[in-house]
């Protein structure tokens, strides 16, 4: 069976500083990956996606993440933040199927601080 | 832009009312999704439907059930609410086999007293 695993449910960084969410997976087909936001009082929203081909991948608002499959592992980045980038991250996982049932992780609040 | 809307956001109702939550999507998706989220969890889906006709049970079992008369539409509905159904409810759609990508309705925040 599929599952994510998302170190950390809170993580606090300055405005300008290095953000990092770390996400692991495991599963026993190369699966799909994806990064959610969720701001407070929405929706899911999708960052960026891993589905062939490159395994750097560049979302919207200045994020992206990288496959590495020898890691299992898929953790998010941006080189700076920015006051804006303050809500909840989730991390999924679906197999390489033509349905698309995703597996998230428990989430990861990013608090920036001015 | 998605379009996908979910009435009502917040519902504060006491035990053994009967509830539905709406959820509409205007993007002709095939796919329609129910995933429950509690405070620091990771969402589970609870239901889940291939197009008209078709409901299938998620990987969380709820006492909740579905339908999907019409595309656009799939509401979800609790015939009697318990304290224990207290939880955020988000609708999502997607289409096709290939992206992946889900989109999210604003959820429903449901309070059972």
């Known amino acids: 069976a599929q599952s994510v695993t998302q170190l950390g449910s809170h993580v606090s960084v300055s405005e300008g500083a290095l953000v990092l969410l770390r996400c692991n997976y495991s599963?026993?087909?190369?699966?799909?990956l994806f990064w959610y936001v969720q701001y407070p009082n929405q929706g899911l929203q999708l960052l960026l996606k891993?589905?062939?081909?490159?395994?750097l991948v560049k979302g919207i608002n200045g994020f992206e993440a990288e496959f590495k499959k020898s890691e299992t592992s898929f953790h998010l980045t941006k080189p700076s933040a920015h006051m804006s980038d303050a809500a909840e991250y989730f991390c999924?996982?679906?197999?390489?199927?033509?349905?698309?049932?995703?597996?998230f992780g428990t989430g990861t609040r990013l608090l920036v601080s001015p | 832009e998605a379009d996908i809307y979910q009435t009502p956001r917040y519902l504060v109702i006491g035990t053994g009312k009967k509830i539905t939550l709406e959820c509409s999507q205007t993007?002709?998706?095939?796919?329609m999704y129910w995933y429950q989220q509690d405070p620091g969890m990771e969402l589970h889906l609870i239901h889940y439907?291939?197009?008209?006709?078709?409901?299938e049970k998620g990987d969380l079992s709820s006492e909740s059930t579905v339908s999907r008369i019409r595309t656009e539409h799939f509401p979800l509905t609790l015939e009697s609410a318990r304290p224990s159904h207290t939880s955020q409810y988000l609708c999502?759609?997607?289409?096709?086999?290939?992206?992946?990508?889900?989109?999210f309705g604003e959820g429903s925040r449901l309070t059972v007293l």
């Open positions: 999502a759609s997607s289409q096709g086999a290939g992206t992946g990508e889900l989109f």
């Open positions: 599963s026993s087909v190369p699966p799909y």
């Open positions: 891993y589905t062939t081909g490159a395994t």
């Open positions: 999924a996982v679906s197999l390489n199927t033509g349905f698309q049932k995703l597996v």
């Open positions: 993007m002709g998706h095939d796919k």
């Open positions: 439907s291939y197009g008209v006709n078709s409901t």
